[in-house]
């Protein structure tokens, strides 16, 4: 079955930290380009972060460069989303996207990140 699972949100403080794991299955991600969007109350999904599959080049949401980062382990089949000096704004559903030229994407279910004091 091809999928992603998304795993890792919580409940932090602000100024904490989190990592988020997309696992893919079914399918090599090390040929997709790997996203994560996010979601939050009564706002549209936004993308965050993005890491493509040939020379690894990554993009950021103005708001997260310098606090978040996207990676890749091709081994474990599996992109990251290192989370730090995380704010309430940034709580919302964190969604991992695969995408590859002439395939159709796959969505995850999504993990929800809350950060409150």
């Known amino acids: 079955q091809v999928q992603v699972v998304e795993s890792g949100g919580g409940l932090v403080q602000p100024g904490g930290s989190l990592r988020l794991s997309c696992a893919a299955s079914?399918?090599?991600?090390?040929?997709?380009?790997m996203n994560w969007y996010r979601q939050a109350p009564g706002k549209e999904r936004e993308l965050v972060a993005r890491i493509t599959s040939t020379d690894e080049t990554t993009i950021y949401l103005d708001s997260v460069k310098g606090r978040f980062t996207i990676s890749r382990d091709n081994t474990k089949n599996t992109v990251y989303l290192q989370m730090n000096s995380l704010k309430p704004e940034d709580t919302a559903v964190y969604y991992c996207?695969?995408?590859?030229?002439?395939?159709?994407?796959?969505w995850g279910q999504g993990t929800q990140v809350t950060v409150s004091s």
């Open positions: 996207y695969a995408v590859r030229w002439g395939r159709p994407g796959i």
């Open positions: 079914g399918f090599s991600s090390s040929s997709y380009v």
